[in-house]
């Protein structure tokens, strides 16, 4: 039990995140260092297509195999012809890894590109086998936003019978913290399939507009 609700809690808080940087912690697979560049170039230095396919759904591996045989016929002419060949099949596995996705591809981002503060840590928790780093950072971030949005909604309750306006903005204060816990719950509660996690939480981001 103890571990399902942790996992729950990392489910919702990997979306809080993702919604707090927008796309930019989905962007993770878009990069020259990020795991589905790394399978394409195993699978290019093995001429083993198996070990980039998990990340591409079955009804798209017949592009994926023709790029793979198109990178292979090209990639030993020559040293600028490998480059070129390599980059064309790195940009087609990403490119429909990430409409797998439902997201829309951009252009491979270099290697280096900051993923935000999550994915390394979960990446790492993976590695490890020990999820306590990742909780820790975040019930560290989640409970310091729930907090802030507690302590609006308490300082506008206090004063929201004094005039109309100040009871509408406590009433905004009120509709806006109740949101943000009540996304919390339901992400944490809500099972989520590959991609769909993508799809439904793309540009999610926390409740501080007024509802």
Not at 96 to 124: C, M, N, W, Y
Not at 136 to 163: M, N, P, W
Request: charged share 25%.
């Amino acid at each position: 039990m103890r571990m399902r609700a942790q996992l729950a809690i990392v489910a919702l808080s990997i979306c809080y995140f993702q919604g707090m940087t927008g796309s930019r912690a989905l962007a993770h697979c878009d990069t020259m260092d990020g795991p589905v560049v790394k399978a394409a170039q195993a699978a290019l230095e093995t001429n083993d297509l198996n070990l980039v396919l998990p990340w591409i759904p079955s009804d798209r591996e017949a592009e994926i195999k023709d790029a793979f045989d198109l990178a292979w016929a090209v990639r030993g002419k020559g040293v600028q012809e490998k480059e070129v060949a390599d980059r064309y099949f790195f940009e087609t596995v990403v490119r429909i890894h990430r409409e797998s996705e439902g997201e829309t591809f951009q252009g491979l981002k270099p290697a280096g590109t900051d993923p935000g503060p999550v994915i390394p840590v979960a990446e790492q928790a993976l590695e490890s086998g020990d999820l306590d780093p990742l909780l820790t950072l975040l019930h560290q971030e989640i409970g310091r936003e729930l907090k802030a949005h507690f302590a609006v909604a308490r300082d506008k309750k206090t004063s929201s019978a004094a005039t109309v306006e100040a009871g509408r903005d406590y009433v905004r204060a009120y509709v806006t913290f109740l949101h943000f816990a009540e996304r919390l719950f339901a992400d944490a509660t809500t099972p989520l399939a590959h991609g769909e996690a993508a799809s439904e939480h793309t540009g999610h981001t926390p409740e501080h507009e007024h509802q």
